[in-house]
């Protein structure tokens, strides 16, 4: 007899319990375990995220470019992806996701084959520092940049800026840090908080902050932007913040704009 399957091949999901109990202290990592409970986990953890992933959307659909690439880089289980896909507007564009979690990206193709729209998308297991890039109209870290080594930040992102069309855009979404000793005080005591208030103990947010230390580098967002513009692209903004967590709109202009 063939084995009941849980309706549309839905990848099962538990709420995050990883850090309730106490553990050894091990640096974070994006395996299977954490795969299974990241849609609780992203939601309770990081400020805004639901309001981030639709607005991803918006500005999407603003800035895609018939016949260029669309890429989603760490794209975990293809939140920011679907977004994307809905936003294009064109039959036309290439929607990438790269992550290089195989457990993130086998349930990714699970969520991507759910979805009720039927633009192709072409899943990479792949490190964002080696993938190829090219033609693109709109580039998207949503959350990802934090987590890769900062020595090699500049380059990533000098290749997107290199690959991105006059027009397109980066958006990037980071938790950043404070240059004020207060301010980095204050904004971290309400992330505490916004954790807190979502029903994790204190034990949850102290283990974690240990196990994301050395693997999770925030930056300033003055050290964002500079960096954003030595990159290639022309205008940098904040469209989002909600306490430590930002997003930005990296542009790159028109060639008609700059003649
Ligand atoms: N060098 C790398 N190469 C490829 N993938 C990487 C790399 N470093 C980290 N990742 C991947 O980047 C993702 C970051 S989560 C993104 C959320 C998603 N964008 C969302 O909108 O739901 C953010 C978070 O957990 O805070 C993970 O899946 C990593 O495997
Ligand atoms: O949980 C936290 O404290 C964070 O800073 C956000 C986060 C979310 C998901 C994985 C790692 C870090």
Redesign the pocket.
């Given at each position: 007899m063939s084995k009941a399957r849980r309706p549309s091949e839905m990848p099962e999901q538990l709420p995050d319990r990883l850090f309730a109990t106490e553990r050894r202290p091990e640096d974070f990592r994006?395996d299977a375990s954490v795969a299974r409970v990241?849609p609780d986990m992203?939601r309770r953890s990081?400020p805004g995220?639901t309001t981030i992933?639709p607005m991803i959307e918006v500005i999407t659909e603003q800035y895609a470019q018939p016949g260029s690439y669309c890429y989603?880089?760490?794209?975990?289980?293809g939140?920011?992806t679907l977004a994307m896909r809905h936003g294009i507007p064109y039959e036309d564009c290439t929607l990438v996701g790269?992550?290089?979690?195989e457990a993130?990206i086998e349930r990714c193709e699970h969520y991507i084959a759910l979805d009720d729209n039927h633009l192709p998308v072409t899943l990479r297991c792949?490190?964002?520092?080696a993938t190829e890039l090219s033609n693109a109209s709109v580039t998207?870290l949503?959350?990802?940049l934090?987590?890769?080594d900062p020595q090699q930040r500049a380059s990533l992102l000098a290749r997107i800026a290199d690959a991105t069309r006059p027009g397109g855009v980066l958006i990037l979404s980071e938790k950043i840090r404070f240059e004020s000793d207060s301010e980095q005080a204050i904004q971290t005591r309400l992330h505490h908080e916004f954790k807190r208030a979502n029903g994790y103990s204190d034990l949850e947010i102290s283990q974690k902050r240990t196990a994301i230390e050395q693997v999770?580098i925030p930056e300033t967002l003055a050290a964002h932007r500079a960096r954003l513009l030595a990159a290639g692209f022309d205008e940098v903004l904040v469209w989002y913040q909600c306490f430590n967590f930002v997003s930005m709109l990296a542009i790159k202009a028109n060639t008609s704009d700059t003649d």
């Amino acid at each position: 007899m063939s084995k009941a399957r849980r309706p549309s091949e839905m990848p099962e999901q538990l709420p995050d319990r990883l850090f309730a109990t106490e553990r050894r202290p091990e640096d974070f990592r994006f395996d299977a375990s954490v795969a299974r409970v990241f849609p609780d986990m992203i939601r309770r953890s990081v400020p805004g995220y639901t309001t981030i992933i639709p607005m991803i959307e918006v500005i999407t659909e603003q800035y895609a470019q018939p016949g260029s690439y669309c890429y989603d880089l760490g794209c975990s289980l293809g939140a920011s992806t679907l977004a994307m896909r809905h936003g294009i507007p064109y039959e036309d564009c290439t929607l990438v996701g790269v992550d290089n979690s195989e457990a993130m990206i086998e349930r990714c193709e699970h969520y991507i084959a759910l979805d009720d729209n039927h633009l192709p998308v072409t899943l990479r297991c792949e490190d964002i520092l080696a993938t190829e890039l090219s033609n693109a109209s709109v580039t998207t870290l949503n959350f990802t940049l934090q987590f890769v080594d900062p020595q090699q930040r500049a380059s990533l992102l000098a290749r997107i800026a290199d690959a991105t069309r006059p027009g397109g855009v980066l958006i990037l979404s980071e938790k950043i840090r404070f240059e004020s000793d207060s301010e980095q005080a204050i904004q971290t005591r309400l992330h505490h908080e916004f954790k807190r208030a979502n029903g994790y103990s204190d034990l949850e947010i102290s283990q974690k902050r240990t196990a994301i230390e050395q693997v999770l580098i925030p930056e300033t967002l003055a050290a964002h932007r500079a960096r954003l513009l030595a990159a290639g692209f022309d205008e940098v903004l904040v469209w989002y913040q909600c306490f430590n967590f930002v997003s930005m709109l990296a542009i790159k202009a028109n060639t008609s704009d700059t003649d």
